[in-house]
Each structure stands twice: as C-alpha cells, then as structure tokens.
C-alpha cells in the first residue's frame, strides 16, 4: 500500500515541506490548505500601476536556505535592495540609524556619538558597556532586558525595540533571546563585552559588504508560484479551500499551521502537546501600501523607510519606502506602513478606511507626505505573528516531546516553532519533511 503523507497549511512551510518530501519519498502527498489561494502571509497585488508584495519583500541572506532553495527552483537570479540604511523617528524627527548595528544592537559603540537618537547621558551610559565586568550569559532572557543592562534603557527602547520589535511585532521585554537572534544569543554567551562579541559579525572594513536580503526577481510570489509548479510537476496533491476539522488520515502528518489552529488539531491525540502550543501568543498586524502620484519626491532618498519605537505613540510602527528600494517598481512612490503589534490588540478594529487614514496622516505628519495618494491598499494578518517569549525553546522542547509520546506520526514546522524570517521556515519545513519521509 501507498504511504500517504498529509500536510496541513499551504504557505511557505507547508509548500517548502511537500516539495522536500516528493524528493525523498515515493508516497502520496496531500496539502491541505484553508484558503482559496497558496502561499500564506507571501504573496503580491496590484498596487498603482506596480504589482508589489503584499507582505514579506525579501529573506535574509546571513544563512542559504532561501538562495539555496531559489536555485534548485530555477530562480536564482536575486535582486537586494537599492537602498541599505533605515531610519527612526526620535526627537520629533527622522533620524538616520547608527551604523555598527547587528540586528539593533550596538557592535560599535562609539558610532553612537554621531547620531541624534539618544541623549547625552544615553550616549555615555551606551558608550560604557565595553567597560563592564559581566558574566556569559548562560540563561534566556528577554532581549530588551538585556540591551538596556548593558547598554541603558535609551538604546533598548529607542534603537533595539523599533527594529527587533518589528520583526514580529512583538515586545522586546518579552522577546527571548535564545530564540529569537540566534547571532545575538551566541554573542552573548561569548565571554567579554557583548559589542566586541558582536563586532565579529560586522562586514570587514573597506571590504565591498555583501547584500543582506535578496528577493526573486519576479517578487516573493515567483516564490511560491514555482513551488507549485514543482510539486504539480511531481503529482503532490494541492487543495485549496479545505480546512481541516481534525487531523487528516495518513500516515504521517505534517502541521505547519499557525500555534492556535495547530492546538486545536491536536486537542484529542495529544492535550498535553495542544496546550503548550495553545500557550504561543500571536500578534496582529497589517500592512497598509499607498502609491503616491509620480514626480512625488520620496522624503529621504538614501534610506529605505523609517521605524517608529513605541514610546512615540503612533499609529505606524514603521514606513518603507518600496519604490526606492525596489527601482523597479516604477514612477510612483510606493509606501508600505505597518500597524499593530502584540500590545496593540485593537489595532486592526476599524475599517480599512481608517486604517488609510491612520496611515497617511502619520506619513504627512512625521515624513512630510501630504501629497494625496493615487491608490491604496490594506492587508490584514490576524492572529499571524508569533511570540518567542523568554523560555520559547524549552517550551518547544517539551512540546515535541509530548508530541512524541502522545502522537508519533505528527511533525510540526513554522514560524511558531523555532522559524524567526523565511529561511529558518524553509530549514525547520525540510527538516520535518525528512522525519516524515524516513522515519
């Protein structure tokens, strides 16, 4: 008899894991997928006279696994950015990023002193963390904790937070640092001053930087159109508009569906398992795209778009300018804000009118953005975006433990697990492929 492997959520994880599983098995594979269209958060819409991507527009290139998988689909001619600095608002203005950051947190300390982020007093605190007679840290913490015991509160609420925190829209106090940044976990483990740690990972001087994200050059979606290509190609099974009341009969099962859908499929085989993914919170957030009217001038030509810290009490917390680092998309300006995160839980209440609104009125207010936009666009992620709270790898743990005992058959993969940005969502989807494919 055939062997037939189900997997459960047809975005990025899911297609990544049918694809690895048709290479190495000759089983009947079936994606299950809830919505009338694959892909998940990746995917791209008319917007102006560009079609731009509606979330993710790029992967991080510090690990392969996103080139790696573009190649082996044909795709491997990248683009990156145009533009490579961002900004964030403080002092009632946007501010140009220090440079010497990894990942928000200060590798060069003294390069501090030429912003115009922080005080006085939070330069020479921040400039003092070389100095400090710390100890490896050899426990989770939250990331936020963290950065303001090393470097001072100013730089963890106005530098870390706007950048880490809106990788997720999450909270940098409850963000763990195990889980979260590996690059910075492994920094602070390391004996000695966590900048100097971290200084290692800056690009060598006078050296020709290499790009850090790239993107196909038909857009994120390219990605996921040649996913199902490959698959339909093998005879993998794709359904769409077929969510799931319980767990699909196979032989093995494959969920790469948000932590609370994940939790309810597994309620009756495995509620030990079910309610430590039930524990994962997930924030909302959308993303709201304006094309402004060509000869638009973009406010700040050499970065791509500004982060807003929380402590501004806006309703953005941050702006892309995607036409500036996309040249491709052509004449209009092409703006991408985002609203909500995990301590925003009404956010996302009103219309997409509002949402609009709220959007423009920030970008004339803080960016001098008046003109009246050509067209506009609201996509909505509820419920989407999930939290590694401080402990999130040994909650996960004991998860796949349980999971073990109570349901052998399933895997899980995806950003709920261990899957921080695409690449870590292709590794964790090939690595539960392989499970299900030989064990």
């Not at 989770?140 to 100013?154: H, K, N, Q, T, Y």
């Not at 940044?181 to 290692?200: D, E, I, K, M, Y």
Request: with cysteine.
């Amino acid at each position: 008899m055939t062997r037939r492997i189900a997997i459960v959520g047809g975005g990025l994880s899911g297609l990544v894991a049918a694809h690895e599983c048709s290479k190495l098995s000759d089983a009947s594979i079936t994606v299950f997928e809830s919505a009338e269209r694959f892909g998940g958060k990746i995917s791209s819409s008319p917007l102006g006279a560009s079609i731009v991507d509606d979330g993710a527009d790029a992967f991080l290139l510090r690990t392969s696994a996103g080139s790696d998988l573009c190649q082996e689909l044909g795709i491997g001619e990248l683009r990156s950015p145009a533009t490579h600095h961002a900004g964030v608002w403080a002092n009632d203005a946007i501010q140009p990023m220090p440079d010497g950051l990894v990942l928000g947190v200060p590798a060069r300390v003294e390069a501090l002193r030429s912003s115009n982020i922080l005080s006085e007093e939070g330069i020479e605190r921040a400039c003092a963390e070389p100095t400090l007679d710390v100890d490896p840290v050899l426990h989770d913490c939250s990331i936020g904790a963290l950065v303001a015991e090393r470097f001072g509160r100013e730089v963890a609420d106005r530098i870390t937070a706007p950048l880490l925190g809106g990788i997720a829209a999450g909270n940098l106090y409850s963000m763990s640092l195990w889980a979260t940044v590996p690059v910075l976990a492994a920094a602070a483990r390391t004996p000695g001053a966590w900048s100097q740690n971290l200084s290692r990972s800056l690009p060598v001087a006078n050296g020709t930087p290499s790009p850090a994200f790239g993107a196909p050059r038909g857009g994120m979606s390219a990605l996921i159109e040649r996913l199902i290509e490959a698959l339909q190609a093998r005879g993998v099974e794709l359904l769409t508009g077929h969510p799931c009341a319980e767990l699909p009969e196979a032989d093995r099962v494959i969920l790469t569906t948000p932590a609370w859908e994940s939790a309810r499929l597994l309620a009756a085989s495995a509620p030990l398992a079910a309610a430590l993914l039930g524990q994962i919170r997930h924030a909302s957030m959308a993303f709201i795209g304006l094309a402004y009217p060509p000869g638009t001038a973009t406010p700040d030509p050499t970065s791509s778009g500004f982060l807003v810290p929380r402590t501004a009490n806006r309703s953005i917390t941050a702006a892309s300018w995607s036409s500036q680092k996309w040249p491709h998309l052509g004449q209009e300006l092409i703006v991408r804000a985002s609203i909500g995160h995990i301590d925003a839980p009404d956010a996302l209440g009103g219309s997409d009118e509002d949402l609009v609104a709220q959007a423009r009125a920030d970008l004339a207010d803080m960016a001098g953005l008046s003109a009246t936009p050509v067209d506009a666009r609201v996509r909505r992620y509820p419920r989407s975006f999930p939290q590694f709270d401080v402990g999130h790898l040994d909650r996960i743990t004991e998860l796949r433990h349980h999971l073990r005992v109570e349901a052998p058959t399933v895997s899980l993969c995806g950003m709920a697990v261990q899957g921080v940005g695409i690449p870590a969502c292709i590794e964790q989807a090939q690595t539960a492929a392989r499970q299900a494919s030989t064990e």
